[in-house]
């Protein structure tokens, strides 16, 4: 059973440009986690998903931030015109039930 | 609401000496907690979990805690430290009072530093 997978590992974008983070959960695993780590700091909580539902968005910037997790295939974190301050380490975890099991990360930096 | 205050923000021991780093928590209901490791540049991996099973809980690479409620504390230990150790610790809450997943409240984090 693979774990939990996010790609790229790694994206670079320009001041204004999208920036798409992808998240396949663990099999069976049908609830989806995301959360941001900025420099220095802990992870802080941005959404909680399950197949084609936004549970608690509490986390989430008003705008330019967007999240799904479909039917079928990964979850998306979208970032729409990324700023520099949209630069940092975005985790997503999934899980069968309290348990949390998290991916490496996308590590987005913005130039 | 849930919340988890982390006491140190570094913590510092030579190779061989004990552990701890302190996690005092705030949570609604009865609480999962959770500690997680990351080390640099990596991702987070769950070194052990309370889900209201035993309160003294063991863990991966020698850690354990142990859950006080009357002192609303999960603190984390290890009898002898490891360069390897070296890394970011999270003391995490999970307050899913129906038994299903809810969002993970993560504390600020502590930076253990292992010298020789």
């Known amino acids: 059973n693979a774990g939990v997978m996010q790609n790229p590992r790694h994206l670079v974008r320009r001041r204004g440009q999208e920036a798409r983070l992808r998240c396949s959960p663990m099999?069976?695993?049908?609830?989806v986690y995301w959360y941001r780590q900025l420099p220095e700091e802990g992870l802080k909580f941005m959404v909680y998903l399950q197949k084609e539902n936004i549970i608690d968005e509490s986390g989430m910037p008003k705008e330019r931030f967007s999240a799904e997790f479909p039917k079928e295939g990964p979850s998306i974190l979208r970032i729409q015109q990324v700023v520099r301050g949209d630069s940092a380490a975005y985790f997503c975890?999934?899980?069968?039930?309290?348990?949390?099991?998290f991916g490496q990360g996308t590590r987005l930096t913005v130039v | 609401a849930q919340s988890v205050t982390q006491l140190d923000s570094h913590v510092s021991v030579s190779e061989g000496t004990p552990v701890l780093l302190r996690c005092n928590y705030s949570?609604?209901?009865?609480?999962?907690l959770f500690w997680y490791v990351q080390h640099p540049n990596k991702g987070l991996q769950l070194l052990l979990k309370?889900?209201?099973?035993?309160?003294l809980v063991k863990g991966i690479n020698g850690f354990e805690a142990e859950f006080k409620k009357s002192e609303t504390s999960f603190h984390l230990t290890k009898p002898s430290a490891h360069m390897s150790d070296a890394a970011e610790y999270f003391c995490v809450v999970s307050d899913g009072n129906t038994g299903t997943a809810s969002k993970l409240t993560f504390g600020t984090g502590t930076r253990l530093q292992v010298t020789l």
């Open positions: 949570s609604s209901y009865s609480p999962s």
């Open positions: 309370y889900t209201s099973a035993a309160t």
């Open positions: 099999k069976g695993h049908s609830h």
């Open positions: 975890a999934s899980s069968p039930g309290r348990e949390a099991f």
